[in-house]
């Protein structure tokens, strides 16, 4: 899948990145646009591509969305990786976005809840009145 530049490092073509981690180029290039990662021309300039270590920070930045991390929070991240190049630098903040997150994610449950219950006793005296007339 990566195209041998000057026998020093490859590129993976944007086109076929995309299609293997089922992204839009439009998507790398906004994250491009953002700062959450970076790409390099070939010296053709025909295709524009990834590193094999961009394309895995491509593919951490796509398990962040998944769990619900905002593109600020990625680049809060991205830059602790990118001061430190270790990503044990940045697993405390990590983890502190995804217990927020949790307590996010509990209290929307606590509200739908509370919502769903009062549908129900509102549906309660509607479903009554609907059958008594149609009796």
């Known amino acids: 899948m990566s195209t041998q530049i000057n026998g ?3 590129i993976l073509p944007i086109n076929k990145l995309c299609k293997e981690l089922q992204v839009t180029p439009r998507t790398l290039r906004y994250w491009e646009e953002e700062g959450l990662i970076i790409s390099v021309e070939r010296p053709d300039r025909s295709i524009r591509g990834y590193t094999a270590e961009m ?3 491509i593919r ?3 398990k962040l969305k998944k769990l619900g991390l905002s593109i600020k929070e990625i680049q809060h991240l991205g ?3 990118d001061e430190a190049r270790r990503t044990e630098a940045l697993l405390p903040d990590l983890m502190d976005l995804l217990v ?3 307590k996010t994610i509990d209290e929307k449950i606590a509200q739908l809840s509370e ?3 009062e549908i129900i006793k ?3 005296p509607i479903s009554t009145k609907s059958n008594a007339g149609s009796v």
């Open 115 to 117: 919502l769903r219950n």
């Open 122 to 124: 509102y549906l309660s």
């Open 79 to 81: 830059n602790i990786y």
């Open 100 to 102: 927020q997150h949790i």
């Open 55 to 57: 394309a895995e920070r």
């Open 8 to 10: 020093s490092y490859s």
């Open 60 to 62: 951490f930045i796509i």
